[in-house]
């Protein structure tokens, strides 16, 4: 049994096996505090569990135990996937199956699925003001409420939250890390424990933002970028307000930088000084 290293979710170990259906399972136990926090490996078991047969690959789940009775805390079991994620086999077929997922796990019937448990909010924009609520209260929790960059971010984003949208199934986190590929093809999904019932542009969002923050992709207009294109021509959907959604992508990523600093002696992958300078370019002229 072997610690995974890497990331901000619950802690995972792989463990192998011998005479049994999987050659090695993932085990997640529920951390008690994080940047991500609050974990539930409860509720990220369920959605796994009902995710099953849907048509969007994902590892097997075997069973979760809600008591910390046996390894001191909550913890989830599912099959391991041997299988690289995007991070390190990407390539350009890997980019098509990549958004062809996304865009499949956006076009799922979650109704029948089950997986209103997480909670229906009335409208997208309501949805997308109860995600901003969540991102708040973690501002408090990581000292930096009173940072000026973030407070006029939530206050802009709050005021400028854009009409219409479909409630859809969201993963919550479509990071490339998540999705494991083999022979160019994605074999798998993992991490499921943002996953919401929401506006499925707030999903897309987050890929705009990286782009910005890690790949250095030109700052143009949002419904010009790459994936938001690829995605759009994959699903058949129009994007609109996706400068927005980037924005918003951008406050959480802030955010999660004073989070990561909190738990950390050192910085995250990225510095404050680019995050501050990309979320300020992106809040003028919303919506």
């Known amino acids: 049994m072997a610690p995974v290293e890497g990331g901000a979710s619950n802690i995972t170990w792989r463990a192998r096996l011998g005479e049994a259906p999987f050659a090695a399972v993932a085990l997640r136990l529920q951390r008690d505090t994080g940047i991500l926090a609050p974990y539930d490996v409860v509720r990220e078991g369920e959605v796994l569990r009902r995710l099953q ?13 809600p008591g910390a009775g046996v ?27 990549y958004v062809q997922k996304v865009a499949a796990i956006h076009a799922l019937d979650w109704r029948a699925l089950g997986l209103g ?20 209260a973690r501002m408090a929790a990581f000292g930096c409420a009173d940072d000026r960059l973030l407070a006029r971010a939530l206050a ?44 499925l542009r707030n999903d897309i969002g ?15 207009d949002a419904s010009e970028l790459p994936f938001v294109r690829a995605y759009e021509a994959v699903s058949g959907r129009q994007l609109p307000h996706m400068n927005y959604f980037r ?9 999660i930088y004073h989070g990561w ?16 300078e990309l979320l300020g370019a992106a809040l003028p002229g919303l919506p």
């Open 53 to 65: 047969g849907s048509g969007i690959p994902v590892p097997a789940f075997v069973d979760v135990e």
């Open 71 to 97: 390894l001191g805390a909550p913890f989830l079991v599912m099959e391991w996937i041997e299988a690289p994620h995007m991070g390190i086999a990407g390539t350009q077929v890997t980019f098509a199956s």
């Open 117 to 136: 448990f997480l909670g229906v909010p009335a409208t997208a924009a309501a949805g997308t003001l109860a995600g901003l609520d969540r991102i708040e």
């Open 156 to 199: 802009t984003l709050r005021a400028t939250v854009p009409p219409g949208g479909e409630l859809s199934f969201c993963q919550g986190d479509i990071n490339v890390f998540n999705y494991l590929v083999r022979n160019g093809e994605v074999v798998a999904v993992v991490d499921w424990e943002m996953a919401r019932i929401g506006d």
């Open 206 to 220: 987050q890929i705009a933002a990286l782009g910005h923050l890690k790949a250095g992709t030109p700052f143009v």
């Open 247 to 255: 924005a918003r992508w951008l406050f959480e990523l802030g955010v």
């Open 261 to 276: 600093l909190k738990h950390n002696d050192f910085e995250p992958w990225y510095s404050w000084e680019h995050l501050s």
